[in-house]
């Protein structure tokens, strides 16, 4: 690794001393960023031997007395060795699940690699996207179980477990042996994992007794701490799993052999070292067939096609905004379970909507353009939507307001330490430039707005009188009034980010993709503006994107920042969020996207066909995410 990607861990990396009480230190969502390089990297003697997971998975079709043509759930499945195992075995029916983006990537490109038939998906265990009744055996290995800061998070784990199980399905639970790890846990080791990384781990029972806490620091010889961090997971003994299990409504609890890791570094093996092996039967009935069910009733919210609309070139819809909105109708079409109702009349839009209060299951916002057209006035359609109490896909207007302002976007940002381009606003009245506070090149964006409105290739300035003329430009010939950010321009790629679904109930991040600017002539600035977006003669109209093949450091970091983000912004069931590398290639963000582009060419078209996500299937992620976090709320 390069001394400047160290220099950028060091600066991501918050280093603690000697601690007194290491359970204050657990935040309640650890799970949420330990499950990454590191992870296999510490963990690897284990998780990453196929000897032991060979063994294991013996263990497993023994217990449950497996048959090739199951449907098998392995859940909790990190970069799925055991669902890989099965399918090497020959089962044919397998699908994995896990709440790690980076251990899911993993499990995709190595289910690719064998030439295996595995489904992998990315979501939360609490909130399954798998249909009820649906598999014969679930399986939860590697001690998965137990993360969640409560009790009740773990009952809710496996009440999904029984949704998704078809009656008389069994379960299989892999996890550590509680009695045994609360008498002979190490309280302090260390171990080379090899010439480069170092770990001590601390650990200490919670005060109340039920879950061991740790705590990792990660070293690299030349890079330093690269890692300081903590997490707490619950102890069960065998008595205390049976009647969880059996409060569900699981019988023919059983415990089998305990599954005994060695370590081939012979080190360290923690929660791994002794597990228990239960395995239990559900008792239910099939969910009632009703016959055909009626769709839901979802009303599409799109911009006013019989108003101006002064982000487009002419100021109006012109074809390719009919054949967008007609690609959109035909691809919804598609989407089986949703019967869809299309508003578009601004002049009646409040009496529409009344009339559609309590008939429609919710509303896809599509209307990006705003109310009336008006790009400031977007956040006005889903106030709208609250004042009538009609659910709604998307952001809410408090989080429309914040993305809407960049300069707010950035403070936020740094409050999160999550890097930006250095930058400054220009108020209307300012007019001279006594002291400039950056280097050029720099670039000039209206503080407010979206869809790259008045940015163009002018607006990359190399010296003040190029910034006074963009500056100028912004002001005449886009009618822009309001603050103007100018920010350095960072000359590395150009990259977004998509998620699509929520945090709370299940996400799924996109793969990131970049601008290759390759087709452009010498000497224009590389940027995604207003050229690239509505000017078909324009060079920029060639610009593609492609897969951003970052490396694996940045990659983690980045959706990390992006999952903060969507939170704190209070984002809803997609977003997108656009990032640059400065000239080492340390990530910067540019500015967050709320209810991004929905189009069939759009940024998160591009990203979902990455991961073999067709239009249609995109739109319908987008409705499920809005659906699964009503039902989630409701709850």
């Not at 390089?37 to 031997?49: F, I, M, P």
């Not at 006013?304 to 002419?314: E, Q």
């Amino acid at each position: 690794m390069s001394s400047k990607s160290a220099n950028r861990n060091s600066s991501l990396v918050k280093v603690l001393g000697p601690v007194e009480n290491l359970e204050n230190y657990v935040s309640a969502d650890w799970w949420r960023h330990i499950f990454n390089a590191n992870y296999l990297r510490t963990d690897g003697d284990v998780v990453e031997d196929p000897e032991i997971t060979a063994r294991e998975i013996d263990v497993f079709i023994e217990a449950l007395a497996l048959e090739p043509d199951l449907q098998i759930l392995d859940l909790c499945c990190g970069q799925g060795r055991h669902a890989l195992e099965l399918a090497r075995r020959g089962y044919q029916h397998v699908f994995g699940l896990d709440r790690s983006h980076y251990l899911i990537n993993r499990a995709r490109k190595l289910n690719r690699q064998v030439g295996a038939s595995v489904q992998f998906r990315e979501g939360d265990a609490r909130k399954m996207r798998f249909k009820r009744d649906m598999f014969d055996v679930v399986i939860i290995p590697g001690n998965s179980f137990g993360y969640f800061e409560s009790l009740k998070e773990d009952r809710r784990v496996l009440e999904e477990v029984k949704r998704v199980l078809k009656p008389g399905g069994r379960l299989l639970v892999d996890v550590t042996d509680g009695q045994y790890m609360r008498e002979n846990f190490e309280p302090r080791s260390w171990e080379w994992i090899d010439k480069n990384y170092f770990v001590c781990r601390e650990r200490s029972l919670s005060k109340s007794g039920d879950q061991l806490v740790s705590r990792e620091v990660i070293t690299h010889v030349t890079r330093g701490v690269i890692a300081d961090q903590f997490y707490a997971e619950r102890l069960y003994t065998q008595q205390e799993l049976t009647r969880l299990l059996s409060d569900i409504g699981f019988s023919d609890v059983s415990e089998h052999t305990n599954l005994m890791s060695e370590s081939k570094r012979n080190q360290d093996l923690g929660m791994m070292a002794r597990r228990i092996i239960m395995t239990a039967r559900i008792d239910k009935d099939w969910a009632p067939v009703r016959g055909i069910r009626s769709a839901e009733t979802v009303v599409v919210l799109l911009g006013d096609p019989g108003r101006t609309d002064r982000v487009k070139p002419n100021a109006t819809f012109d074809e390719d905004d009919y054949r967008t909105i007609d690609l959109l109708k035909q691809a919804l079409s598609r989407v089986k379970q949703f019967d869809f109702i299309y508003l578009n009349n601004h002049q009646s839009l409040f009496e529409d909507l009344q009339k559609q209060r309590g008939k429609c299951a919710f509303v896809f916002n599509l209307c990006d353009e705003g109310y009336n057209n008006e790009a400031s006035k977007e956040l006005h359609i889903s106030a709208l939507l609250e004042i009538l109490d009609i659910p709604y896909t998307g952001g809410t207007p408090q989080c429309l307001s914040y993305c809407y302002d960049k300069s707010l976007v950035r403070g936020i940002a740094n409050e999160m330490d999550v890097p930006v381009p250095r930058a400054f606003t220009i108020k209307p009245e300012d007019v001279n430039f006594i002291e400039f506070p950056l280097s050029f090149p720099v670039i000039v964006k209206p503080n407010f707005g979206d869809s790259s409105f008045g940015i163009t290739a002018s607006n990359v300035c190399y010296d003040i009188q190029a910034l006074e003329n963009a500056i100028i430009q912004v002001r005449d010939r886009f009618g822009y009034d309001k603050p103007i950010l100018v920010e350095e321009f960072l000359s590395g790629k150009d990259l977004s980010v998509g998620i699509i679904g929520n945090p709370t109930v299940g996400y799924t991040v996109l793969p990131i993709i970049h601008e290759d600017y390759s087709a452009l002539p010498a000497g224009l600035p590389q940027i995604c503006g207003y050229e690239a977006k509505w000017d078909p003669s324009s060079p920029y109209w060639n610009i593609k994107s492609v897969p951003a093949n970052l490396p694996e450091d940045v990659e983690r970091f980045m959706v990390a920042s992006c999952l903060k983000l969507f939170e704190r912004l209070d984002c809803r069931d997609y977003a997108r969020f656009d990032w640059r590398l400065d000239a080492d290639d340390d990530p910067r963000l540019l500015e967050v996207n709320p209810n991004p582009g929905w189009c069939w060419d759009g940024h998160l078209a591009k990203m979902a066909a990455l991961q073999g996500i067709d239009y249609n299937d995109m739109l319908k992620m987008i409705l499920e995410a809005c659906k699964d976090r009503l039902e989630y709320q409701k709850n």
